[in-house]
DNA sequence: TATTGTTATACTCTATAACTATA
DNA sequence: TATAGTTATAGAGTATAACAATA
């Protein structure tokens, strides 16, 4: 019996239970705007990116070219984002945020930030920063193992 | 300008980075089984806290009553649960694992130590043990500060 | 009257496949 | 022939509300 083990299994758990803890402390709040995760995460990268097409908003997004659709139809009515022609190739859709959309996400990203400050209140500098290199190294081999695994 | 701040910024965007990426992580190799999070997280609950009604069920997951009855329909259909009448309260419904059910869950949680290992190999048994103190710290907060969120 | 689990209905996220318009 | 975005269809998770059987 390893007792290391353990230790490394325990660390494992709490960030599973971190992990799921964490997405819903700050995407409840969006319901009541009728926000989704999905939806944000649309909203946000065209924040990030700048305006795109849906072809591109697929890659990013890392989702099929239908479910983009389904996205822009849902936060084009909420006035998040806006349908345009592109200038020269007319099959493309190029999709741009709103001023309703900008406020949007600089609400929802203070909000998280909030969530942050609380989640780390009980943390002192020194530990935030051990903390951090670890999770950095951690994000590294979660990264670079994963594709691994398929193969 | 506190730069203080921008670590535990950068902390917390590693926490929601490695949240978004451990789930799929574990859960992609199930699909295979037809089995998916939802269900997973059922047939867990059962062997970690053993057979129980589906109200429990639906108090110890944290979901519907209706959602309960899904679920416990794809997984009872997957043979890995079993329905039972309750000996007493004929309303009731026992939900207990199966044989199968206690080899999917062994399985699963035999995959998800290997992610583990492999996630937590870039770190020395000292920085997993800090690494798990801070996390526990992140944990307690996320706990406690979310409930008063909400009032 | 309250509780257990169900059916009915609906919304969201996601996927594949077939199709239209355009390149 | 290939690409962009759509409609059609489907499965999964989740929710509320109405209902039947039982307590």
């Known amino acids: 019996m390893k007792p ?3 230790h490394r299994a325990e660390a ?3 960030l599973f239970a971190i992990g799921a803890a964490l997405g819903p402390a700050v995407t409840d709040s969006l319901a009541t705007q009728r926000l989704t995760p999905a939806r944000i995460g649309l909203v946000q990268r065209l924040h990030t990116d700048g305006a795109m097409s849906q072809r591109q908003l697929a890659d ?3 989702c099929t070219p239908r479910n983009v659709t389904g996205l822009v139809d849902a936060t084009e009515a909420l006035g998040l984002v806006r ?3 592109h200038p020269t190739d ?3 859709t190029l999709v741009s945020l709103t001023d309703a959309g900008t406020d949007a996400v600089t609400a929802w990203q ?3 930030r909030r969530v942050a400050d609380q989640v780390l209140a009980g943390l002192d500098d020194r530990q935030v920063h051990d903390l951090s290199s670890a999770l950095a190294s951690v994000l590294n081999r979660l990264r670079a193992g994963y594709e691994d695994d398929q193969s």
């Open 12 to 14: 494992m758990q709490r």
């Open 83 to 85: 349908r345009d022609p």
């Open 4 to 6: 290391l083990h353990n």
């Open 60 to 62: 990013a997004l890392g």
């Open 110 to 112: 203070a909000h998280a």
């Open 90 to 92: 007319r099959r493309t």
